[in-house]
């Protein structure tokens, strides 16, 4: 036990307990590090600061000029909600939640554009604005004097490298993810210290799945092999897919995804997933973060089933293909006739963002065996009128997230097509041939005007 002894200082106190005691101030106290014109950075999805943000807003009259970086906040975002002029605060994120749209609606939000993959160079090499404070929730600090990212790990580490001012607000709540890779911030690397409210971690509620879901799944699941590696998007739709992988014969299915959600834990107790089949971080279900229900965030805490990496290399294209048959999963709002697929906007409204949609479906192209599937309902309701997602083009104003060139397999619940080295005559009689049947006819007369319709053409 000598080590022991040498680690600890007067009172009894380890060295880290020590510094820890040195740097805990209370929130509104650490708040006080930003200035004017400041750049702030808030850790991401479900690990949002709440007591950093709440205290910030608090110094609203004290502040003008400061920008905020955050990324899909499941919570709603004070620095936003208490500046409706936007005097003292602008907030921006990289990837829109429910919370950010609705301030988007009142011009409160501003989207970042980005592939998620890049997100980490970006702001090491200061192509994004230079964090000058960063305000990350953690784990509680271990012996060692490390607080853990928790449930998530997207570029926490290059914030807290490049910030001026690291602050941490801790959670007790927080579920401890095992790396991987840079899943944790040293207490040295620490300028001050917040004991949050450690407030339970929202959950985000599932809903049944659809007739439509239950087909479009159906059409995705037959495509899976034993021994595949799977990426699941957020949404309804993976959700359906992974249960319905649990119902399967199949086996040895690994994990290579930007998200953890819940049904990969679904998958992992019914004995699909073992990672045994894995080209790389074989029996290691990787992710860069993760969004569910309290079963979930039970399941990963201090698991090493699971490993955490930073998205620099989950959602490197050149990674993903290492892993054989990686499959990938995602929703699209709207594709047009050329095969461009627009997933975060409906017209000029952001809905989401990029995300990971491109470096996953680039990546699983490239896998030995993998596919990529774009899902979408062949329609959706727009007030009382329903309206095709299968579109001439795409709608003014709506961003197209895969550019033709990249779109891989497209799936409705009236089939499924794989748009890969194909013309545009045949692209738009494929992609005709998956729409609803009631637009069909008027999607062949649009092609015909866009000289992307043969006389060969046909619809079965």
Known sequence: MDWLNRMKGSGGLSRYEQEYKSKLVKAEDAVK???????????????????????LAGRKDELTGVKIRGVCSIN???????????????????????????????????????LYAESPVNIREGYASTPDVAMIVTTPMDDSGFFNFGLSNSYEKALCEKAKTVIVEINRKTPRSLGGAQEAVHISEVDYIVEGNNEPFVEIPGHPPAGTDKKIASLI?????DGACLQLGIGGMPNTIGKMLAESDLKDLGVHSEMLCAAFVDLYEAGKITGARKSIDRFKMVFTFAMGNARLYEFIHNNPACAIYPVDYTNSPAVISRNDKQIAINNAIEIDLYGQVCSESVGTRQISGTGGQFDFTYGAFRSRGGKAFICLSSTRKVKDITVSRIVPTITPGGIVTLPRTVTPYIVTEYGKVNL?????????????????????????????????????????
């Not at 990837?95 to 501003?110: E, T, V, Y």
């Open 33 to 55: 590090a930003v200035k004017s014109g400041d750049w702030v950075a808030y850790s991401h999805f479900a690990m949002t600061p709440q007591a950093l943000d709440q205290a």
């Open 221 to 225: 699941v037959e495509e899976i092999e």
């Open 420 to 460: 890969k080295g194909k013309s545009t005559w045949q692209r738009a009689e494929m992609l005709i041939s998956i729409a609803h049947p009631d637009f069909r006819e008027d999607l062949i007369k649009q092609a015909e005007k866009m000289k992307i319709w043969t006389k060969s053409n046909k619809i079965s």
């Open 76 to 114: 709603p975002v004070q620095v936003a909600l208490a500046d409706p002029e936007q005097k003292h605060f602008i907030y921006n994120s990289g990837f829109f939640s429910g919370h950010d749209r609705k301030l988007q609606d009142q011009g409160l939000s501003f989207h970042i554009p980005g």
